[in-house]
């Protein structure tokens, strides 16, 4: 099924994105995990994409599992960083043969490893989008970025390239991370001023451990409101205690938002099946 039908129903809609092993002698650990998530059956599932095609095969093999063994709706990343237009063809067929419908187009970062020059064949998402939709069968997601992108000179610009983005045929954006949902409120009221009408669909990322604040900080550059630093200060060092609270406070964001008229939310899983258990939990009487 295509992910633009699961939008167009009337619920409230909670998805999961898991990532694949990089390297593959921990196959079967990572596909467990992934598979345990599969089995709470959320709407919809996306499986990322190694920078640069490093995982490919194996963000595959996942996505393919978890549609065909768990009856899940799932979604592919796919990167065109450092890709030949020839290779995303061949990706896109492969997808294809793997009954996947649903592929989240994303530019990428250039790999750490990468010689030469990443972007010949394609500079920006916006161009494999255009591709993706030509080859056909396929509905498109891309992302975007509540508190800017990284490389943005300023956020009107970013929106105004994320429009070019809609336009060339993404049907939805999913959201990078956010810890203050005002972040997202806001960012949404300038992207429908922009005249942007796909669903935007909130990016919820539950911190269980200080060093995944640490990382995504250092990543994506993300606002950490003071009432969330000082629950990781408190309990950062009781592992168990910060799971609680790191889905707690996940849970209260989604509950703001539902609260808020958002009725699609994806969340972060971090292939940690307990964690979005709990937060679905959390949520059985209000989804
Ligand atoms: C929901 C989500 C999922 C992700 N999944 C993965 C994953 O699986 N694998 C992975 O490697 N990375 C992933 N990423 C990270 C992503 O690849 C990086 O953030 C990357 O730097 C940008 O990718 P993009 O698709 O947003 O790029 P783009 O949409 O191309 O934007 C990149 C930059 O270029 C600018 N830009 C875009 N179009 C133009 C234009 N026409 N002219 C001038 N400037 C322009 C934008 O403003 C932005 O600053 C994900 C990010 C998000 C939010």
Not at 161 to 169: D, P, Q, S, T
């Amino acid at each position: 099924m295509q992910v633009s039908e699961i939008l167009r129903r009337n619920d409230v809609t909670l998805s999961f994105e898991v990532f694949p092993p990089k390297v593959t002698s921990n196959f079967e650990a990572v596909q467990r995990a992934a598979y345990d998530v599969a089995k709470l059956q959320p709407s919809y599932m996306s499986v990322t994409y190694g920078a640069g095609g490093s995982t490919r095969g194996n963000t595959l093999k996942i996505a393919r599992g978890i549609q065909q063994e768990h009856g899940v709706t799932t979604i592919t990343h796919l990167t065109c960083v450092g890709a030949t237009k020839e290779g995303i063809r061949q990706a896109l067929a492969d997808m294809k043969e793997a009954g996947i419908e649903n592929v989240l187009a994303l530019r990428g970062d250039r790999p750490k490893d990468f010689e030469g020059e990443p972007f010949t064949d394609y500079r920006y998402a916006s161009e494999l989008v255009e591709d993706i939709r030509a080859f056909g069968g396929m509905c498109i997601g891309g992302a975007c970025y509540p508190e800017g992108h990284v490389e943005s000179e300023n956020t009107q610009e970013d929106i105004r390239n994320l429009k070019k983005k809609v336009e060339a045929g993404c049907e939805y954006l999913t959201t990078q991370m956010f810890f203050d949902n005002n972040i997202f409120y806001n960012f949404l009221c300038r992207v429908r001023e922009a005249g942007i009408d796909v669903p935007v669909i909130p990016g919820i990322m539950p911190i269980t451990r200080p060093v995944q604040l640490q990382n995504a900080v250092k990543l994506s550059g993300c606002n950490v409101p003071m009432r969330f630093r000082s629950i990781v200060d408190c309990f950062g060092t009781k592992p168990e205690a910060m799971q609680q609270a790191g889905i707690i406070y996940a849970t209260d964001q989604i509950i703001d938002l539902i609260a808020n008229g958002i009725k699609h939310i994806h969340v972060y899983s971090m292939n940690k099946p307990e964690v979005v258990k709990g937060i679905q939990e959390s949520l059985s009487r209000i989804i």
